[in-house]
């Protein structure tokens, strides 16, 4: 999938101090800007009442609210991923208690409290630091549960697209977790707690690790850059857009309202062969400048694309395989996706190559309207596809957040 208009996520960072997560789509001016890269820039709170942002490992991001945390949030330092599996016996009742004790878990641990239990220790001594806990479904958990006639149409499978080369026993699951956190230690300590408590109900199906541009690494807020060094995410949609909600949120069915679908693409980068190309070639096969996000049409990183323009002897100043042009929304009836991807680097492959490239993780309202037409497009067209493959693939239903002390994810779901 895309690694330039459509990878890449948000670079700053939210804190407890600025606003909540209630506030975040309330127009709240003051304590809100929106970044060139669609992140959420907020001025943070000092203990005093001054406006100096809290240390790094004091951030925090409420764990209630109308969605879920870690979808609008701008990505984290860390990612840690996970999908499981429903052990034969859990049913629906074991889901539920499931469910129920990894909601109370994530709300202590996004406040920096001790897990309610299997609380091991690892973070012991580091504050929150930004911790958000996201749970989707997977279609095979509704048979499992007997919840078949409750599957959206949404979770339809993804069509295989050329060139995918998918491997199954890193792919889909009944149960979908994103633990992002400023710190490792905190994202690690969130997923083994999580691990231990589902011990006997379900369990580990895959696991990856990722990483995004720790907060505080660059002089000012700037969009990231993937590992092909490109700047990656300019065109985020922002929560400031009108149509923000409806690309991003479902609105049914009934237990979905204010729920999300998440695509999850594993995409290995053919880095050898990338770095081996000239500036001038790579900046090509994006469409933009390697040096500062810009498009090869001319201006800043922000400054619209020209799909129009011509060079002096006639040819596109953005060809017409590159990246930008093949992605862009108006060359796909407008569908778009609130991504939030990282990069990985698991060592190297057996022929010496590195086994890197990025997480590719896209929030929407349906899949049918954004990723698919999307990937269609540029598998067939997108002069890029040729140093990346797509290895592990996922779809999960993202259920709305919780309301109130008594709410647990998925409970529309369960007792509706």
Do not use: C
Request: charged letters at 20%; aromatic letters at 6%.
């Amino acid at each position: 999938m895309s690694t330039q208009e459509t990878g890449g996520a948000p670079t700053a960072r939210q804190s407890a101090g600025a606003f909540s997560r209630r506030t975040l789509f309330a127009g709240a001016g003051a304590s809100l800007a929106v970044g060139a890269a669609g992140g959420m820039l907020a001025q943070g709170a000092s203990a005093d009442g001054g406006d100096r942002a809290p240390a790094l490992g004091a951030a925090k991001v409420g764990f209630q609210g109308p969605h879920q945390a870690g979808i609008v949030q701008p990505a984290q330092a860390r990612v840690q991923l996970a999908a499981f599996d429903l052990a034969p016996n859990a049913g629906r009742a074991g889901l539920q208690a499931l469910l129920k004790l990894w909601s109370q878990t994530a709300a202590r641990l996004a406040v920096g409290e001790p897990a309610p239990s299997h609380e091991n220790q690892i973070a012991l001594d580091a504050g929150p630091s930004s911790l958000t806990v996201t749970v989707g479904f997977g279609a095979t958990l509704f048979d499992k549960v007997g919840l078949a006639d409750r599957r959206p149409p949404q979770l339809n499978p993804l069509p295989d697209f050329p060139q995918d080369a998918i491997d199954r026993s890193r792919s889909d699951g009944d149960l979908w977790v994103q633990i992002g956190a400023d710190d490792a230690l905190v994202a690690f300590h969130a997923l083994r707690v999580l691990q231990q408590q589902a011990a006997g109900t379900a369990a580990v199906r895959w696991q990856m690790a990722g990483f995004a541009r720790t907060p505080g690494a660059t002089a000012r807020p700037m969009t990231g850059r993937n590992l092909m060094g490109q700047v990656d995410g300019t065109n985020n949609p922002k929560p400031t857009d009108a149509d923000f909600a409806a690309k991003v949120f479902a609105t049914g069915p009934d237990w979905m309202a204010g729920g999300s679908y998440l695509v999850l693409r594993r995409i290995r980068m053919l880095l050898d062969d990338w770095e081996n190309l000239s500036t001038d070639r790579q900046e090509r096969f994006v469409g933009r400048r390697k040096s500062d996000g810009a498009p090869l049409s001319g201006g800043t990183e922000t400054t619209p694309v020209d799909l129009t323009k011509q060079n002096p002897d006639g040819t596109l100043a953005i060809p017409a395989d590159a990246h930008i042009r093949v992605a862009a929304p108006a060359a796909n009836g407008g569908a778009a996706m609130l991504r939030r991807g990282f990069s990985y680097a698991d060592g190297v492959l057996p022929d010496g190559s590195p086994d890197a490239g990025l997480l590719f993780l896209a929030f929407q309202a349906d899949p049918a309207r954004g990723f698919v037409p999307v990937q269609q497009k540029l598998a067939r067209g997108d002069g890029l596809t040729r140093f990346l493959r797509h290895e592990a693939s996922g779809l999960y239903a993202v259920p709305p957040g919780v309301q109130g002390d008594a709410g647990y994810l998925g409970q529309a779901l369960l007792e509706g």
